[in-house]
């Protein structure tokens, strides 16, 4: 299984509120959330390994998004809020440490959405 940007949608979007004098933050769902959330029927891979596999297209996406004027991007990752366990935690910390070094043009904000993290969430040490 390979994957690659097969649309453009994000950055157009970008540019279209550009040309009437709108600088907007895109949104995109997360790597990790869009894996553990999605159906994935016939894969070879876990789930680990697909959002890793992931990564490389998502950091397309910001290069593309960055080199279009963003400075900042909404990554929802929704599965924040769940209680997950130590390896998927240690998953995202890989992730987003990969991503920040393969993209570092443009400013991420990680977004989840029914709770706040301060009493649930403790940072895996791949992300300090």
Sequence with gaps: MEFHVAATKPVEEFLEA?????LSRPVLLGPVSLTLLGKI???DRGPAAIATALVEVYADVLK???SAGAAWVQV????????????????????????ASSTPGIKVLIATYFSDLRDTWNWPSACR
């Design 18 to 22: 550009k040309a009437v004098g709108l």
């Design 41 to 43: 029927r016939g894969a």
């Design 64 to 66: 593309q998004l960055a």
């Design 76 to 99: 929802d990752e929704p599965c924040l809020c769940l209680d997950l366990p130590p390896a998927v935690r240690e998953l995202f910390g890989r992730i987003y440490k990969r991503l």
